[in-house]
């Protein structure tokens, strides 16, 4: 067992800083995983402040962004940035997950914009409206002064989507996939809809590496597209692009939620108070306390009688972007074939039912044998050790589990010797445990060396997976203690803060350290690529 030295302990935000006390230990975690381990001395005020403006963020960004945290929300991170470069402004109004639908990680994405060589502003799918509303604002700035006088210089080699790479590696060079099958994970009696899906990829000669992701471009749905027609009072073969406008409704454009520029268009054609309440909607403001629920079809429902051309109104919406799913499959167990883990989205505002644009495709709109357009997008800083012998931890409540089904049937196909220990939690244990059977037989086998469950409504008492972490915290302290990598894949907002807020407890109580140190240790774990997350 190796042998851990307890860090020094290091406070970087101080308790006067404008910061709650939950925000200030996170930020605490996140500089001390800038620092060495073998630090002896508290820092001062000046190299706290150098700490700061200086140090290279955890995930391997060389510019500072300690707004680079999917759980802030968007005006924490810009007031973060304020007198920053430019490009560090866009990087903050980004949703900050490194999530890879955009084709880049946030900080090349910021870089591509701010060097003129992306000029699209409306990529980040998990940022929705207001990172588009914030990146065009911030784009005006560029388009008033030139590059060099709103950032200093910046580096040539700015990775880019290339529209010529390789078939299937991008979102601007997608390739067909075949369809195979899906089943339903939950029993009868669950609260939720979760299916697997499998995909053929012989057709296309694509192959992946366990911790990619999956991007589809999915379809609308029919129904939806032909109320909207209806609502246009248009033909649904009107030529539209050299499609019909049902082709292009249904393939070309995002039908949720309604852009601005839509809003900005039914302005021109109306008049009086619903013009004024139009251009407010497209300013960002919120009239009538529904602007969150307003998709495509809401907006048309809003201002009812207005008809807007449908090319005009085809003109007015966003391109339909591709959906993203972990993998929960292995190349190198099953060469050809590629799985999903997808949750259903359904839900009702007032008395509509609204769909989840790519898990309802997948769960109902397609039919096996059916192509689809698809890519893989390499994983960023998500992946198994570089060494089999390695042990590795997995926290993957719900759908979360994916990446480390992948996991363990890759390191059952290449026969890795390393120890592998599985948390994972969902609702109810009889309905909810997904992969059940595959997952014991892995136990029963010896290569899944821990199987640890967490149900959070099967007693009177909710319960996680971070809860059990802290039952067993001694004996997950020791895999650390051996070399371990910890894995969380799931919920951004709660489940992984939840995650980190129990490894730290775990550290100082198992690992005889004070809470800064071990929030220290477990940045240095992030720093070291041993803590990886993939979160959404």
């Not at 990529?123 to 588009?132: H, N, Q, R």
């Not at 059952?412 to 592998?420: F, H, L, Q, R, V």
């Not at 948390?423 to 014991?440: C, T, V």
């Not at 640890?452 to 802290?470: N, P, T």
Request: net charge neutral; with cysteine; aromatic share 8%.
């Amino acid at each position: 067992m190796n042998q851990m030295t307890p860090p020094a302990k290091i406070e970087v935000i101080p308790s006067s800083a404008p910061f709650s006390e939950s925000q200030r230990s996170w930020l605490n975690g996140f500089f001390a995983g800038l620092l060495s381990m073998n630090v002896s001395a508290q820092l001062s005020p000046e190299q706290r402040d150098a700490v700061l403006q200086d140090a290279s963020a955890a995930d391997g960004d060389q510019d500072d962004a300690p707004w680079h945290d999917q759980s802030m929300p968007i005006a924490d991170r810009m007031k973060l940035a304020q007198g920053r470069p430019l490009r560090r402004r866009m990087m903050a109004a980004m949703a900050q997950q490194d999530c890879g639908q955009c084709g880049y990680n946030c900080h090349d994405y910021s870089e591509a914009i701010a060097t003129r060589s992306e000029a699209r502003l409306n990529l980040c799918v998990p940022g929705g409206k207001e990172t588009a509303r914030m990146l065009k604002a911030l784009h005006e700035e560029l388009d008033k002064a030139p590059i060099a006088s709103s950032s200093p210089p910046l580096s040539p080699a700015i990775p880019t989507p290339a529209v010529n790479a390789e078939p299937g590696r991008s979102r601007d060079n997608p390739v067909s996939a075949t369809f195979v099958s899906r089943r339903l994970l939950n029993k009868a009696g669950s609260e939720k809809e979760t299916w697997h899906v499998d995909f053929d990829l012989s057709g296309c000669g694509l192959d992946y590496v366990v911790g990619d992701s999956f991007g589809i471009f999915a379809r609308n749905d029919l129904g939806l597209v032909d109320q909207i027609i209806a609502m246009l009072g248009a033909l649904h073969t009107t030529e539209i692009r050299g499609k019909t406008l049902r082709q292009v409704l249904i393939e070309d454009v995002s039908l949720a939620p309604a852009p601005d520029s839509l809003f900005e268009l039914l302005s021109f054609i109306t008049g009086g108070a619903q013009r004024e309440k139009a251009r407010a909607l497209a300013q960002g403001e919120d009239p009538d306390g529904d602007a969150t629920t307003l998709d495509v079809m809401a907006a048309l429902q809003k201002f009812s009688g207005i008809r807007p051309h449908p090319e005009a109104f085809v003109e007015a919406l966003e391109p339909l972007q591709p959906r993203l799913y972990s993998i929960s499959s292995s190349h190198n167990a099953t060469p050809g074939k590629l799985s999903l883990t997808v949750d259903c989205v359904r839900y009702v505002v007032g008395k509509r039912k609204r769909l989840g644009l790519a898990s309802t495709f997948l769960a109902e709109r397609i039919k096996p044998g059916d192509e689809v357009r698809v890519y893989v997008q390499k994983a960023h800083a998500f992946a198994l050790p570089q060494t089999s012998e390695t042990p590795i931890i997995m926290v993957g409540p719900g759908t979360g589990i994916a990446p480390f089904r992948a996991f363990l049937l890759d390191r059952k196909a290449t026969g890795a010797p390393g120890k592998n220990w599985l948390f994972f939690g969902h609702q109810r244990s009889d309905y909810d445990f997904f992969y059940a059977d595959e997952l014991n037989a892995l136990k029963a086998s010896g290569l899944l060396t821990r199987l640890s469950l967490a149900w959070s409504r099967d007693g009177e008492k909710k319960f996680y997976v971070q809860d059990r972490m802290r039952e067993v915290g001694r004996e997950l302290w020791n895999w650390l203690a051996e070399g371990a990598h910890i894995y969380v894949c799931g919920d951004a907002k709660r489940m992984a803060k939840d995650v980190e807020r129990a490894l730290v407890d775990i550290v100082a109580q198992f690992g005889a350290r004070t809470t800064d140190e071990a929030v220290l240790f477990v940045g240095e774990l992030k720093r070291k690529g041993r803590f990886q997350q993939d979160v959404y």
